[in-house]
């Protein structure tokens, strides 16, 4: 709900404000055009991310899978769930202007959610992540070199049909295979 709603007040917001960004390049950015700044940018956010990220692994993983049991060991839960939002936040605003909104949060959703249904051991669900999101992005450059397409949504699609192969054909979970 606050995700559509905020979308909503978005684009109501771009279209009442002269701009020169146009709105698909707020949704899908601009892989192509991406400049050596945005790129440093990009990897000093991402590099803050993951440090807080690995600085607070076990605590994040405690709380991500069970906030109770984390109130109850003594971590401070809100500072955790807020911690965590902010380390998204951050990296979502990174990866905006190359990617778009709509790749970003596809990266965010799509590859954990895949590798979920394939694998039932948290070390290997992000390992797998990491490889179901650089591949999705390599067939979708690569695809959409060869359709003449945007590539933000081209990966996208590539992620979409990795999901969905998982959700039908995953060894334990797919739907086919029950």
Do not use: C, K
Not at 58 to 64: A, I, K
């Amino acid at each position: 709900v606050v995700f559509s709603g905020m979308f909503a007040l978005g684009v109501l917001m771009y279209t009442s404000i002269q701009t020169e960004v146009h709105l698909d390049q707020i949704l899908f950015g601009n892989m192509l055009g991406v400049t050596w700044g945005d790129v440093l940018e990009t990897g000093v956010l991402s590099s803050i991310a993951l440090g807080a990220v690995l600085v607070a692994r076990r605590d994040l993983l405690v709380f991500s899978f069970d906030p109770q049991h984390a109130r109850a060991v003594g971590l401070r839960s809100s500072l955790l769930h807020y911690g965590l939002l902010a380390v998204i936040s951050l990296v979502v605003v990174g990866a905006l202007n190359a990617v778009g909104l709509i790749l970003a949060i596809a990266f965010l959703i799509a590859p954990g959610a895949t590798a979920f249904l394939l694998t039932n051991r948290f070390e290997r669900m992000l390992v797998l992540s990491m490889v179901i999101a650089m591949s999705a992005s390599a067939i979708g450059i690569i695809a959409s070199f060869h359709i003449d397409s945007e590539p933000a949504p081209t990966i996208v699609m590539a992620m979409t049909g990795m999901f969905l192969a998982a959700f039908l054909f995953a060894p334990r979970q797919g739907i086919l295979v029950r």
